[in-house]
């Protein structure tokens, strides 16, 4: 980038130099006279007072012409002063002693001199403008090839070809832009085959342990069946925690953003986890209110911390939504052991807490809750419960439906 940054700077500054020479050269040849001559008019009044023989120079008594006050200082002080005419001509004027010596009257091309240097100071600067244009014009065209690019990359993620020649200076950031969209829908690819393979050859090994198990139960020692189930229950959550992260990343289905009441999903949240009653105390608190939520996204999310909460509670699990005009809040807390000054770190993918049990996960649960709280332009939170000692985590998001789109 650095070679390309140097050659667009070196043409640029060839160019302006070309262009700068170029324009004397003309200036030199088309207006300034071939035999014009630059004549010192001090050293012919020098010449006039030292010979008697006639010139262009002519003698008058000092008090011949009065001039005005400035005027007249200047030739007191010995200078040469241009006087310049009712009829545009100039006659230039110098003081030697008494007498004054005049030169003139002369005609005056100066504003014919000013005036053609206007025009070619206004030939030239759009010239210039021209050239730079020429020069930048290809540039900032590729630029916006590559921001058009990147941005369709981001709606809609898919291998990217951008027309830029290679002998552009932005032909590295384009062919950068192409190989990282290569190679992210081949990542993309590798996750789903991955989702598929998880879904398919892991559950079908899953469900033959399971009849196995139901099969065998009767024979074997209750604690030892109770654990395997345990482990298969655990080993289908992580499956199901998976394929969740897959959708997420890679799908990201459009949000369904709905005022819609609370009770809604609170209800089916309480027909799911009714099995889980028997052995820990699961207590719901609803706001009997609408707010804004997108009722698939926000039961996957509940049901992660619900989840996660049942793994390390002890007894108790308290979820609480409370709906106010501006905002939303669902706090789920457990009196589980709690978290370890972790809390910014579980949001990320395939991060996991350390509670020194033996609990099972991959870490998905509470990014796919993290991503499912920044789609509805909220935050989780994760910290500490004062009331019953564990964990808790709570998502907060706008009540207000989105402006519609133009």
Known sequence: MHKQFLRVYLL??????????????????????QDSYQVAVRELFDQASLTSQPSLVTTLPREAVQFPQAI????????TVAVKLADERLTYYRLDGEILLALGPLHDDSSLWAETEHHFTAIFYTALALLLLLLLYPIARDLLRVQRAAMLFAEQPQRLTIDVKPTSS????????ETMSVRHMESEA??????????????????????????????????????????????????????????????????????????????????????YQSRINISFDVDEQSCV??????????????????????????????I??????????????????????????????DTGGDTMGFGLGLYICHQIAVRHSGQLEISRCEHLGGASFEIRWPNKLPLPTV
Not at 195 to 213: G, S, W
């Open 170 to 177: 932005v032909y590295p950031l384009a062919h950068t832009l």
């Open 72 to 79: 007249a200082e200047q030739l007191r002080q010995g200078n």
């Open 293 to 322: 939520y997108d009722l698939q996204l926000l039961q996957v999310a509940v049901q992660n911390l619900l989840t996660n909460a049942l793994r390390y509670a002890k007894q108790r699990i308290h979820l609480r939504w409370s």
């Open 12 to 33: 640029l500054i060839v160019s302006v130099i070309g262009l700068l020479v170029g324009f004397g050269k003309l200036f030199e040849t088309l207006v300034a006279p």
């Open 190 to 275: 590798l996750q789903k085959d991955l989702a598929n393979i998880v879904a398919h050859e892991v559950r079908t090994p899953l469900a033959r342990m399971e009849f196995v198990l139901q099969s065998i139960e009767s024979h074997i020692d209750g604690k030892y069946a109770l654990r395997l189930q345990k482990d298969i229950d655990e080993i289908n959550s992580l499956v199901e925690d998976y394929l969740a992260f897959a959708r997420e990343q890679y799908q990201q289905p459009e949000i369904n953003l709905q005022r819609l009441p609370a009770s809604t999903l609170a209800a089916q949240l309480k027909d799911k986890f009714a099995v």
């Open 324 to 353: 106010n005009d501006y905002e939303c809040r669902i706090m789920v807390s457990d009196d589980g052991v709690g978290l370890k000054d972790k809390h910014q770190a579980l949001k990320q993918a395939f991060a996991r807490g």
